[in-house]
C-alpha cells in the first residue's frame, strides 16, 4: 500500500499478516507498507479496494518476505492510473472569475513564504549551527505554514486548502531535486536552488486531491471543490462513462491557465478490462527512426512471410510554417502601447499561433504511436538526447528544426501505449551508429561497412565498397528493425554491436553519434543523463496502479 496507515486498515479487515518493516536506529520495531492476506487475493479485493485502489500486487508470501526481504514478482492489479484534460470555460461571474485566480496567487504565496522561511532557516544555520530548521518534507512546511497562516495570510479561508497545499507541494520537490542533484544522487542536468515566482513568470494551476470533484451525467460539466461547477468546452465522455458505471475512481483534479484558457486535468484510477487490447499483426518486426525531414520513418518485416514494407511519416513542422506570420504578429505586439485593446489583440494573434503548433505537434505523435502500439507485435526504437542533438546542430535554424519535430515524446507515448496493447517495444542503445551501418554489407574484411557523406545531415550516403547510394532514414529503420539480440554490452545496460571504422560522417549526438579512438578502435563517449539501470526492452509487467 501507499502508506503504513492503509497497510494497517487493510489487515484488520482482511485478518491478514501486516509484514515487519526495518528497525529504527534505537531498535524499535516497525511495520511495512506490505500485507499478506493470502493465496486468494479476489476473496479479500472488495475489503482493499474500500481503503484503497492505488496498491501493488505480488506474488510472494510472509515467509518468502522475512527470509529475502523481497515481496516477489509483481501482478496486475486490476487498476491503471491514467489522465484527460479538458478546456474549461471561463466563469462569466466575475466573483468567480476572482475565485479562480485567488487560487492560482494562493499557491505561489504559500511557494514563496516557505522558500523565504528556507532560506531563512539556512542563514540563521550559518550564524547559529544549533538553530532548529523546519524539515524540507511536506509535512513539516505543511505544519510550518498552519501555524503561520493567520498572520501570513489572514484571507487564507477564501480558498481551498489545497491550493496552499499545492504550492508546498511544489517547494518540497524543488528542494528535495535540488539537494538530490547537488549530491549526485539525482541523474541528469543540474538543477539549481529554487526562486521566487511571480504571476508574470509563474503558469497559474492548483491541484485538489480532496472535496467534491465530479464529472457531471450532461457531460459538459466538471466540478471543483470551493470554486465549482466549470463548463467544459469538450465532452468528457472517456471519462464520465467509466466513472458512472464505476470502473473509475477520480483521484485528483489540476486547474491550470495556459494561454489565457482554463484547463481541467482529472487523473483517476480505471479498472483495467477482462478483454485486453491486442496488437493486429503480432509477428511484424517494426524498426522505427525518428527524424526532422520525416516525423518517423518505419520499417516492417513479417517473420512469418518474410514480406517488408517502408512507411514514411511525414513531419508537420507548425513553427516552421507559422515562422512567417509569427514575425509579422510580434511586431504588431512591438509596436502596440502594454495595455492598450490593440495590445491584447496582437498577444492573442501571437498566442493562437503558438497554440496551434502544440497542438499539431502533440496531434502528429498520438497518432503515430497508437498506429504503431495497435499494429506491431515488436517496437524497436533509438534511445536519442534531444538536448545533446540541439547542441550539436549548429546553426539555429537546424536546432529550431530538431524542436520543432518533438521526437523526445515519442518514447514515453509507447512506453504506456504499447503495454496498453501488450506489444514489446525496445529501445536499441544510444551509442549505436543505426545511420552508418549499411544494412547487410559487409567489408571485405568481414566488419560491417560503413557509409560515407560529406556533412552531418546529409539525407543520401555512400557505401565506400559497393558504391550505392543508400537513403540515410530508410538504412537506420532497418538496422533498429533488425536490432541483435546478443551482442556486446553498451554503455547504458543495453547491447550494442562493435562497428570499427572511418568516423566522417555524422557528429551529432544519439542513434547516429561514434567516434573511433587509436588504430580505428570503437571508442564510445560516456552518455549523459543515462543510467546503467536502463533497460533495453521494456515489457508490460501488468498494470499495477
Known amino acids: 500500500m501507499r502508506t503504513r496507515g492503509q497497510a494497517a486498515r487493510i489487515a484488520a479487515a482482511t485478518g491478514g499478516a501486516h509484514l515487519a518493516g526495518k528497525p529504527k536506529p534505537d531498535g524499535t520495531p516497525t511495520l511495512s507498507r506490505y500485507v499478506d492476506v493470502g493465496a486468494d487475493f479476489e476473496a479479500h479485493r472488495a475489503a482493499v479496494e474500500s481503503v484503497s485502489v492505488l496498491f501493488d500486487l505480488y506474488d510472494g508470501d510472509a515467509d518468502r518476505y522475512a527470509q529475502t526481504g523481497s515481496p516477489g514478482e509483481p501482478l496486475p492489479s486490476g487498476w491503471v492510473v491514467t489522465a484527460a484534460k479538458f478546456e474549461v470555460q471561463w466563469p462569466t461571474e466575475p466573483e468567480r472569475a476572482a475565485l479562480v485566480r485567488s487560487h492560482f496567487g494562493a499557491r505561489r504565496k504559500a ?146 491557465q495556459r494561454w489565457g484558457r482554463l484547463f481541467v486535468s482529472i487523473g483517476y484510477a480505471l479498472r483495467t478490462p477482462a478483454t485486453a487490447r491486442t496488437v493486429t499483426q503480432p509477428l511484424v518486426i517494426a524498426g522505427v527512426d525518428l527524424g526532422v525531414r520525416t516525423l ?157 557523406g560529406k556533412g552531418r545531415i546529409d539525407k543520401s550516403l555512400v557505401c565506400p565498397h559497393t558504391g550505392e547510394v543508400v537513403d540515410r532514414d530508410l538504412n537506420a529503420a532497418r538496422n533498429l528493425r533488425d536490432w541483435p539480440d546478443t551482442a556486446s554490452c553498451g554503455p547504458v545496460g543495453t547491447t550494442a554491436p562493435s562497428v570499427p571504422g ?17 588504430g580505428g578502435a570503437p571508442r564510445r563517449p560516456h552518455p549523459r543523463g543515462a543510467g546503467s539501470g536502463e533497460a533495453r526492452t521494456q515489457t508490460p509487467q501488468g498494470d499495477a496502479a
Request: aromatic share 6%.
Open 111 to 256: 511557494f514563496n513564504w516557505g522558500l523565504a522561511h528556507v532560506k531563512a532557516d539556512l542563514d540563521a544555520k550559518t550564524v547559529d549551527p544549533s538553530h532548529e530548521s523546519v524539515g524540507w518534507d511536506l509535512g513539516s512546511l505543511r505544519w510550518a505554514w498552519n501555524r503561520a497562516k493567520d498572520e501570513v495570510a489572514p484571507w487564507w479561508a477564501q480558498n481551498s486548502k489545497e491550493a496552499y497545499s499545492s504550492g508546498l507541494t511544489d517547494l518540497a520537490r524543488a528542494l528535495h531535486n535540488w539537494s538530490a542533484s547537488s549530491s549526485g544522487t539525482r541523474k541528469g542536468p543540474k538543477v539549481g536552488f529554487p526562486h521566487f515566482t511571480s504571476a508574470r513568470r509563474d503558469a497559474g494551476r492548483v491541484r485538489f486531491t480532496t472535496g467534491p470533484m465530479r464529472v457531471a451525467d450532461d457531460r459538459r460539466t466538471i466540478t471543483v471543490p470551493v470554486i465549482g461547477a466549470l463548463r467544459s468546452k469538450e465532452n468528457t465522455r472517456r471519462v464520465q462513462r467509466h466513472v458512472a458505471s464505476g470502473r473509475a475512481r477520480i483521484l485528483n483534479m489540476t486547474l491550470s
Open 296 to 452: 518517423a520513418t518505419v520499417a516492417t518485416l513479417d517473420t512469418c512471410t518474410g514480406v517488408e514494407t517502408l512507411t514514411e511519416y511525414p513531419n508537420p513542422a507548425p513553427l516552421k510554417a507559422t515562422l512567417v506570420a509569427r514575425r509579422q504578429a510580434g511586431r504588431e505586439v512591438s509596436r502596440r502601447i502594454p495595455g492598450s485593446r490593440g495590445h491584447r489583440a496582437a498577444k492573442a494573434k501571437l498566442t493562437r499561433l503558438d497554440r496551434r503548433c502544440v497542438h499539431l505537434r502533440r496531434e502528429a505523435a498520438h497518432h503515430l504511436t497508437t498506429e504503431l502500439a495497435g499494429a506491431y507485435g515488436r517496437i524497436v526504437i533509438e534511445d536519442l538526447d534531444v538536448a545533446a542533438m540541439k547542441q550539436g546542430m549548429g546553426r539555429r535554424a537546424f536546432r529550431r528544426a530538431v524542436s520543432d519535430a518533438g521526437m523526445g515524446a515519442i518514447k514515453p507515448m509507447l512506453v504506456y501505449k504499447t503495454a496498453r496493447h501488450g506489444g514489446e517495444l525496445v529501445v536499441a542503445d544510444r551509442w549505436f551508429p543505426s545511420s552508418q551501418i549499411h544494412h547487410c554489407c559487409t567489408a571485405p574484411d568481414g566488419t560491417p561497412c560503413r557509409l560515407l
Open 502 to 518: 572511418p568516423t566522417s560522417v555524422g557528429t551529432g549526438h544519439g542513434a547516429d553519434a561514434g567516434s573511433s579512438g587509436a
